[in-house]
């Protein structure tokens, strides 16, 4: 009984070694709730075309999968390969606020202003020649 306690004990997370990044026990519930949050607020606010939404709709369904399909945190930060599952808390509630101001900002409609010619020309590679 002594051993399975030792061996108990050394299975819980202790810390996150972040400082002021407490340990979330209910860190998979928690996640599993704002990646829904997530999806819901992408439906509602952002146009289906938008890249932004895809994006982050395409994220975010794998990632929901990965939490509800696997309940080891350390399992889970392996998958989702992004840090810990606290700070996967901490980037999920980002991404709400940010669908937020995306909305605001309307990033997927077309410049006020046309674009000055060859304004984007820098990003173009020269072709490759062999």
Known sequence: MRLTRVLFQASQKVTTGIVGLPV?????????GL????????????????????????????????????EDPSLIEKLINSGQVEELVGQAEDEIQLIAKMAEWKAWEPLEEPAPPRQWEYFKKAALTE
Do not use: H, W
């Open 35 to 70: 990646y829904k949050q997530t999806l819901d607020e992408l439906k509602a606010k952002i146009p289906e075309k938008a890249v932004y939404r895809q994006s982050v709709e395409a994220i975010t369904t794998y990632r929901l999968k990965v939490v509800e399909e696997n």
């Open 24 to 32: 979330n026990p209910a860190a998979r519930t928690q996640l599993i």
